[in-house]
């Protein structure tokens, strides 16, 4: 007999309760604001002391319900240009309610050996998609930081290795520091995983050839001389621009010096979906490890990840665990709590294959060449505007550019399109934040969501220049 504290008989009634919900949530994201007025004040309705005797399921979802209608962002629709955030198509989001609904631990193959197949097969799946290698191991992940993580992981115990030392039995007590050299596209989740590894983001040395962050090839090659063995950090896809390191040459470094290659790709690995931009990545399947976010371009919800390792042995003595209870696998049974970081792991696989299946290699070129050419059009309305400055070129995905009125200091530009960025996320009909490139306070509109088309686009250009005219003095 059901214990009637938990409403069993109510869990048909909720979940058809929150599939509605959700259903009107989506038929309005397109047109929504994505940012409703007042966004942090529906929540505080919600907040209160734990009550003694609950309400019930379906009174505690409507509650819910009516609280995210008046303060969730708009995060998934066609107009959220901010963080490169994609949404979830509907082959990913229909798996991911099923991936819920299974509740399957991604574990091993004894608690499920269908989310480890189907691990499997998503992650070759991936490897083709990017053009990777198929004997490389992966793992899915909750997101860049920790796929950035995995991999420099994996970097962590190659480098103990060249020491003589295995890191995860004895640590890195005695050892001198890690070398870590990148361009200053580096991102702050790789400096993250840096640090929660323990190597440091203080050793992280960074080579840059100008204010933009784009690498000194030369001064790299001379710190690799001096070096000794060390990791080399490569970013396709920098977040500000969408600028790529030259990933060929930086291969071509670490083998002659014998470093390890890891490549931070969270979105730009997607230029090699098409012809068009395959180029950017061109050398990236010569790295030792690659991060990818899918919750970016890949447009499954949030969240999840992949990390690829070059040389699986490495990969797998990097998080290796076992305890009786939990048992060992086959090699072709793996145990994916092994290659990651986590070991109570969610089943990512469902969206990531159900996407995959549902759109395949073709929709997925489509998508990107849209995107890609999204942005040379918002690109182009930028430089047609006097009073709007492109910053950088665009390669993918991003255009950075800043509001400059005519006749505006320069001293006065940074306060002004930071005080425009606030009001452009308050206003909610857009939604982008402020950066700074090379030296300067700008946006950086990011074009990733499976839903955004050209009427989205072009709504930056007004909002800024009329956001932009009403923080102006009267003349």
């Known amino acids: 007999m059901a214990d009637p504290i938990f409403d069993r008989d109510a869990l048909e009634k909720a979940l058809q309760l929150a599939a509605a919900e959700a259903v009107r949530y989506l038929a309005e994201v397109d047109e929504a604001l994505v940012r409703p007025p007042g966004p942090g004040a529906p929540a505080e309705g919600l907040a209160g002391a734990l009550p003694d005797e609950g309400t019930g399921s379906l009174a505690a979802l409507h509650e819910l319900i009516a609280a995210a209608g008046e303060g969730a962002t708009r995060s998934a629709g066609p107009r959220f240009f901010h963080f490169v955030m994609g949404g979830g198509t509907p082959a990913s989001l229909a798996a991911d309610w099923l991936t819920s609904a299974l509740d399957q631990i991604a574990f091993n193959w004894v608690s499920s050996a269908f989310a480890m197949r189907l691990e499997q097969i998503s992650l070759d799946w991936l490897k083709e998609l990017f053009g990777l290698p198929a004997a490389w191991s992966g793992v899915l992940a909750s997101g860049a930081t920790t796929a950035n993580f995995t991999g420099l992981a994996a970097a962590r115990r190659w480098w103990g290795g060249e020491h003589g030392v295995d890191v995860e039995e004895a640590g890195l007590s005695g050892l001198p ?205 930028v430089d047609a505007e006097p009073d709007l400055e492109r910053l950088a070129d665009v390669p993918l995905n991003v255009v950075c550019f800043r509001y400059r009125p005519r006749g505006e200091a320069d001293d006065r530009l940074d306060e002004l399109n930071r005080r425009l960025g606030e009001a452009v996320l308050d206003d909610g009909r857009v939604y982008f934040g402020t950066t700074v490139y090379a030296g300067k306070v700008a946006f950086r509109p990011a074009i990733v969501n499976w839903r955004t088309g050209p009427t989205d686009v072009d709504l930056i250009v007004p909002t800024v220049l009329e956001l932009g005219a009403g923080l102006q003095p009267p003349e």
């Open 177 to 381: 520091p890690v070398p870590v050299l990148t361009s200053g596209y580096v991102h702050a989740s790789a400096l993250k995983a840096l640090a929660m590894l323990g190597i440091g983001r203080g050793q992280v040395q960074t080579f840059a050839a100008d204010a933009t962050g784009r690498l000194d090839e030369d001064a790299l090659r001379e710190a690799l001389g001096n070096a000794g063995p060390a990791i080399l950090l490569a970013t396709a896809g920098e977040v500000n621009a969408g600028g790529f390191d030259p990933l060929a040459v930086m291969a071509d470094l670490a083998e002659e010096h014998g470093a390890w290659l890891h490549v931070d790709a969270a979105f730009g690995l997607f230029a090699a979906a098409s012809p068009r931009t395959r180029d950017l990545v061109r050398g990236i399947d010569r790295a030792h490890s690659v991060a990818v976010d899918g919750h970016k371009w890949l447009n499954v919800p949030y969240d999840c990840a992949a990390a690829f390792v070059r040389d699986p042995e490495v990969h797998h003595g990097a998080f290796a665990t076992s305890a009786a209870y939990l048992g060992s696998q086959d090699s072709d049974r793996p145990t994916f709590s092994s290659l990651a970081p986590e070991m109570s792991r969610r089943a990512r696989a469902l969206p990531v294959w159900a996407t995959l299946r549902a759109y395949g290699r073709d929709g997925y070129r489509a998508m990107v060449e849209r995107h890609l050419d999204l942005a040379q059009r918002l690109a182009e309305q």
